[in-house]
């Protein structure tokens, strides 16, 4: 990702070499001043006169010269800490942006595993880190490895003595510090994975708040959060330890470096082998390479951090993406299903065992069964969220796995079992459908899922604002928003799962007309508990263990007088008792 900002990083790379060069000219201008003015390095008094205009003249030409140094060097690090911190911010942006991208392109069965949790903190926290220390390394690690070297040569040439002296300072620094990344590295990769449990532990109680009051568990669920709350903090103090520590090191080594430095050097000066002006320049030099040697070590412990992070973001990278390749044409909706078989990753049984039928354009297909029975296995593998068996299903005459993704789900407008509605109102959760569905278009579909009755119970009617997944509304509100949104798609085929599980005998009476006037000519497959659905459809299938236990149209199954027949009766009989009609 530096490669897209490489205009970016080049120029303020380009910018710390010449920052340090300025930075390290202007302590040999003030030393050289110093020496000047240091009582009896002038000429002898005949010329005394001559030799202070001399003096005076040299002086206000070494202080022009660190005035232009001066702004030269605030340019120079301006320019490269705004370019270098501006890159870190961007690449930021563009790895979320990517991040999320390659998570919408991940197939289902990884988001059946995945925790919600943990994927928010890998996308939040440890994305910021990576960030964190990107901006600092470039900047200070240039900077270091400009005024360490070129600082270190300047040294020897003053003096070989103190410059060894330095170096043995130094080099205690780097050994401590080596011993101490191996360390920093193991409890900065624990401390990423407690917070990212945490998290996930986090969204699903305030997910599921409302099952927490009605079992009464919160104080069980505090109990578990401080489990996970005291592994994050014990992972976390160790970290603080062993960082303090580092910077303990780090800063401890600048005064012990200026000790040798006035240990040997005063002596030298005393001696008379060093200048004053020397000895200045010696301590500049050791404060200019301290402080981006500081900065890089509080960088590089925070870099095992950053690099735990990072390895957690390379984890959601590594997962591979849905196939997208394969025919992308537009569809009718002719489905073909032949000697089905699918079983799940791990499951002992197949969810499915030779299910086989024919689905014409503009025909209506039920699919009903008990719980567990195979009804959204199927809609799933249609709309191909898992991967069936080559050679199983066809879809206006190609197989699903030539395909592609976006071409199978652009045939059908699906509402699922379980609704799920953003936060936000009922109106733009209906037209996510469709983006430029018309007043008119959303009045029709809203009047077709019955969701019109319930309108002058809420405040704003259709500009409501519901909360998290829709949980102002009820059960039964939400499935009829989610199939208003289905209706709403304009799609060549409708595919409903089970969304009349949750209304009542009138308001299913109501959708159920609704529906056979909003079918018009489109494709319809619904899966429902509800019989009074399927009793128009051409072909209904009733599933049992995976397997097609009874097919036909609705008349012909209850000629037959199978278990359609009866749950029909049951139903029926049900529905006089609430005061209804027959279905």
Request: glycine share 8%; aromatic share 6%.
């Amino acid at each position: 990702m530096l490669m897209r900002r490489r205009g970016m990083v080049l120029l303020g790379m380009a910018c710390v070499p010449l920052h340090a060069a300025v930075s390290l000219w202007m302590p040999s201008v003030m030393g050289g001043v110093l020496d000047q003015l240091e009582p009896g390095s002038g000429p002898p008094s005949a010329t005394a006169t001559g030799s202070t205009a001399a003096a005076q003249a040299a002086l206000a030409d070494s202080c022009w010269l660190l005035l232009a140094l001066a702004v030269a060097e605030t340019v120079f690090r301006y320019v490269s800490r705004r370019w270098l911190i501006d890159v870190s911010r961007l690449v930021e942006q563009d790895l979320k942006n990517e991040a999320l991208a390659h998570l919408q392109r991940l197939p289902i069965t990884w988001f059946d595993r995945a925790r919600t949790g943990d994927v928010v903190s890998r996308l939040t926290q440890d994305v910021e880190l990576v960030r964190f220390v990107m901006g600092p390394l470039l900047l200070h690690g240039g900077s270091a490895l400009c005024l360490l070297p070129a600082g270190a040569v300047l040294m020897a040439r003053l003096d070989l003595g103190v410059t060894f002296a330095c170096a043995l300072a130094f080099g205690m620094l780097f050994i401590a510090l080596r011993m101490l990344m191996p360390r920093l590295h193991k409890w900065s990769k624990r401390a990423q994975e407690a917070i990212g449990q945490l998290s996930q532990r986090a969204h699903e109680d305030f997910a599921g708040i409302r099952i927490l009051q009605q079992f009464a568990a919160q104080d069980r669920e505090l109990a578990a959060m401080a489990t996970k709350n005291r592994r994050y903090l014990g992972c976390n103090l160790r970290l603080v330890r062993l960082r303090s520590m580092m910077h303990a090191i780090t800063h401890s080594t600048t005064g012990a470096v200026l000790f040798a430095v006035l240990l040997v050097g005063g002596h030298q000066v005393i001696d008379g082998q060093l200048t004053i002006g020397a000895l200045f320049q010696f301590t500049v030099y050791l404060g200019l390479m301290m402080f981006p040697l500081e900065i890089l070590g509080w960088t590089l412990a925070t870099m095992p951090r950053a690099i735990a992070a990072a390895k957690r973001v390379e984890e959601l990278f590594a997962e591979k993406a849905e196939d997208s390749t394969g025919l992308d044409l537009p569809l009718r909706g002719h489905l073909l299903v032949r000697d089905l078989t699918f079983t799940y990753a791990g499951a002992a049984a197949p969810a499915l065992r030779s299910v086989s039928f024919e689905l014409e354009p503009g025909r209506k297909l039920g699919l009903v069964g008990p719980v567990g029975s195979g009804k959204t296995t199927l809609l799933a593998l249609c709309l191909r969220f898992y991967e069936p068996p080559r050679g199983t299903i066809f879809l206006d005459g190609h197989d699903v796995l030539d395909l592609s993704p976006r071409a199978i789900r652009a045939v059908f407008a699906f509402a699922p079992q379980e609704p799920f509605l953003f936060s936000d109102t009922i109106a733009a959760n209906v037209a996510f459908a469709r983006a430029q569905a018309g007043p008119e278009d959303l009045d029709l579909a809203v009047e077709a899922a019955a969701l019109d009755q319930d309108l002058p119970q809420l405040q704003l009617g259709l500009q409501t604002v519901v909360g998290e997944r829709g949980v102002t509304l009820s059960g039964g509100q939400k499935q009829r928003v989610s199939l208003a949104r289905a209706l709403l798609g304009d799609r060549p085929a409708l595919m409903l799962d089970d969304t009349l599980s949750a209304v009542d005998s009138h308001t299913e009476r109501r959708i159920v007309s609704g529906l056979q006037r909003a079918r018009e000519k489109r494709t319809m497959i619904v899966a429902t508990h509800r019989l009074s659905a399927v009793t128009d459809a051409d072909l209904v299938l009733v599933l049992d263990r995976g397997t097609v236990h009874e097919r036909g149209s609705h008349r012909e199954l209850v000629a037959l007088g199978g278990d359609y027949a009866a749950a029909f009766r049951r139903q029926t009989e049900a529905s006089a008792l609430e005061g209804g009609t027959a279905p």
